[in-house]
C-alpha cells in the first residue's frame, strides 16, 4: 500500500467494511489473499444494492422520453450479432429509454430482427467491402454519422461484437477520440478492450472511460500496462496499480467476484451470481453499467456522490447481473442461456429497487 | 377566449364537464392554470371510455374482411424500422383488418421478419441509392404504387421511422396530396411532423389531419405557427390556437396528460398511464388512433356524433394506449417495453368495450 494516501485507505476502509459487514482496522487494510477471500466468501451485497437503489431514478410522470437515459452500442459485424443485442437490449431492459447500435451493414438486419425496440445503424463497414482509395471518405463518413447523435449519448459502449478488422477498428477509434471531446462516458468491452489495450493513450486519462475485461482481457491489460503477470495473491492492489496506471480509468474485473476500481476506491460484488457461463454475460454487464453510469452521473449533478459514478454504475450493474444469473440459474440450470437472464433483469431490479416504493 | 363562438363554448364545457365530472359554469370558462391542473388531475376516463365505445363496431358474423378497418403506415427507412412495426401492429391488435407499410427496401425485409401480419411494400427510396437523373421517374413510380391502394385505405399513418432523407421526404409529400385529394384521413407523428412543420401547407384546412406531437414536436409546431414559445400557464388556449393556426387540424399534444384539440372542442386525458418513456409508445398511439379515427368515420356516416371522427379518434386511441400501458407496467415495471404495451391492448379493449357484451 505504499503510496497511497490516507484518502485512499479511508475510502477504501469505507468500501470494504461495507462489503464484508464489519470493520477493519488501518492495520489490516494490507491487500493479502486473506483480505480477498473474506471479500470474495463474506461480501455482503446490501452495500451494492444501496449504490444500486441510491442511483436508480424514481419514476416521474412529467419525465419525457429519454430522461431515463439514452445508450448507444458500438458493435456487431459480419461475424457476431448477438454481442451487441445482448448489451443494447439490457440496457432498455433496465429502464433506458432508447437504446442505439452501431454496427456493419451486414449485421444491421439481423440485430433489428431481434427487437424492432432497438435503432440500429447501419453504418460501420469491414476491409473487404472497402476499397484502399475510399478509406479515407468512408471513414469521415463514419465518424460524421456518429456525431449526428453524439451529443444525445448518456453513454456508448464500445466492442460487443466488434471484430477486429483493422479498418473498422481505426473508425471505432476515431468514435472513442469523438465521445472523450464530447465528454461521453465509454464502457469498453470485448474488442474494444483490444483496440484499447495496443492503443493506450485512447481512455489513458480520460475519468469517463470504463473496461471490463474478462480473465483473458485482464491478464493482456495488466501484461501491457504493468508488464507483470496477474498476481492473485495480491489481486486488489494490482488492480488498483492497473487503474493508476491507464490514468484513473474504471476497472470492472469480471469473475467468481467482480472487483472494481478507479486507482482510488476499490470495491468488489461477490453476492448472488450463477455457475453458468455461456457467452454473452460480460455483454448484459456492459448494457447494465452504461445505463447505471448514466443514473449515476445525472445524481451527481445534483448532489455529491459517495464515490465516482463510474464505480457506482459498475457495482450496480454487477450487482444487478449476478441477481438475475442466479435467478435464471435456478429455473434454467445447466441450460441457461444469456436471454434467460436478460429475462430477469427486470424482477431482480424490481427486487432491489420496487417501483412501489416511490412511483406509484 | 375571446373571438370563441358561444357554440364553441357550449362543446367545450359539455367536454370540461365530461372530464372533470362536474359543470363547469361558463364564467370559470378561462383556461387558467387552476382548470388545467383540475383537467390533468380530476380527470374521470368515464368520458374517454365512452367515446371509445361508441364508436368501436359490434363484431358480426355478416361483416367481411376489410370493414373494420383497413390501415397503411408510411414510413421504415435504413435507420429504423421498429416504429412502423409498432403501429401497424397496434392497428391490427386493436381491431383492424388489414395493415400495411409503404416503407424502403431495406426496412421491408426487416419489418416482414418482424410480423407476418403486415403487408409491407417496398416501395420508397433514399437518396443514397437513387441516382440525380433517376428521381423523377422514381417519384413517379412511388406515387403510382400508392395510388394502386390509396382508395381502399380507411386512414393512413404517415411518419414512424420515416426518418429525414430529403428525397424520401419529397416522396411522401406527394402521398400526402394524394391522401387529401382522396379525403383519407391521416395521423402524422415523428419525422411527418418534421415534414409537416417544414411544409405547413401539407395539411393546412385539412379536417382529416391529425397531428401527435411530443414535447419537442409540440415546441417546434408552436414556434412555427404562432411564432411563440409553449405557454403552459394557459396551455389549452394555446393548443386551440395551434389548431386553429393550422386550419382546423386536430391535435393530440402527448404527455403526463393527453390534449386534443381540432380548433374547436378541446378534450384532455390523464386517466391510466404509466411512468415509463420507452421510446416507441408514440407509434402505439399513432396506429391506434387510425383505427379509431376510421370506426368513427364509419359511426358518423350512420349517425351524428358529438363530437369531430378524429378528435373522437384520439380520446379513444389516447385512453387505450394509456390502459395497456398501465397494465404493461403493472406486470414489468422499469422494464416494461413497447411490445409489453402492445400485448395489453386486446385486454384493454376488452376491458373498456367487452366483445360478450354485444357479439356473441
Not at 44 to 55: E, K, T, V, W, Y
Not at 92 to 121: M, N, Q, R, W
Request: net charge positive.
Amino acid at each position: 500500500m505504499v503510496g497511497f494516501s490516507a484518502a485512499v485507505i479511508r475510502r477504501q476502509q469505507f468500501l470494504l467494511r461495507c462489503l464484508v459487514g464489519y470493520n477493519i482496522s488501518s492495520k489490516n487494510l494490507s491487500y493479502t489473499t486473506i483480505k480477498m477471500q473474506s471479500l470474495v466468501s463474506g461480501g455482503s451485497p446490501d452495500f451494492a444494492i444501496s449504490i444500486l437503489r441510491s442511483i436508480t431514478p424514481s419514476l416521474d410522470s412529467s419525465r419525457h422520453k429519454g430522461q431515463a437515459g439514452k445508450i448507444a452500442v458500438v458493435g456487431g459485424c459480419r461475424e457476431y450479432t448477438g454481442a451487441p443485442y445482448f448489451s443494447a437490449i439490457s440496457a432498455l431492459k433496465i429502464g433506458a429509454d432508447l437504446s442505439h447500435v452501431f454496427c456493419t451493414k451486414d449485421a444491421a438486419a439481423v440485430i433489428k430482427s431481434y427487437s424492432p425496440e432497438l435503432i440500429v445503424h447501419p453504418i460501420l463497414e469491414e476491409s473487404y467491402s472497402v476499397r484502399d482509395e475510399d478509406k479515407k471518405s468512408i471513414s469521415a463518413k463514419v465518424i460524421e454519422e456518429v456525431d449526428k447523435w453524439m451529443e444525445r449519448f448518456d453513454c456508448l459502449v464500445i466492442g460487443p461484437g466488434l471484430g477486429r478488422d483493422p479498418f473498422l477498428l481505426d473508425c471505432v477509434s476515431d468514435i472513442m477520440k469523438h465521445a472523450r471531446q464530447s465528454n461521453v462516458p465509454v464502457v469498453i468491452d470485448g474488442d474494444g478492450l483490444f483496440l484499447v489495450t495496443n492503443c493506450l493513450e485512447l481512455v489513458s486519462g480520460y475519468p469517463l472511460a470504463v473496461l471490463t475485461p474478462n480473465v483473458n482481457e485482464y491478464k493482456r491489460l495488466v501484461q501491457k500496462v504493468l508488464q507483470s503477470e496477474v498476481n492473485d495473491q495480491n489481486g486488489t492492489q494490482q488492480l488498483v496499480s492497473l487503474a493508476k496506471g491507464i490514468g484513473g480509468v474504471t476497472i470492472l474485473r469480471k469473475g467468481g467476484s467482480d472487483f472494481i476500481s478507479n486507482g482510488d476506491a476499490v470495491g468488489a460484488v461477490s453476492a448472488f451470481g450463477s455457475p453458468r457461463r455461456c457467452g454473452g454475460q460480460g455483454d448484459i454487464l456492459s448494457g447494465s453499467v452504461a445505463v447505471f453510469i448514466s443514473w449515476a452521473r445525472q445524481c451527481s449533478a445534483k448532489r455529491e456522490l459517495s464515490l465516482s459514478p463510474t464505480v457506482m454504475g459498475c457495482i450496480a450493474g454487477s450487482v444487478l447481473l449476478r441477481k438475475a444469473a442466479s435467478h435464471a440459474f435456478e429455473s434454467k440450470g445447466r441450460s441457461t442461456l444469456t436471454t434467460d437472464i436478460i429475462d430477469y433483469l427486470g424482477r431482480s431490479l424490481e427486487e432491489f429497487c420496487p417501483v412501489t416504493r416511490r412511483d406509484k
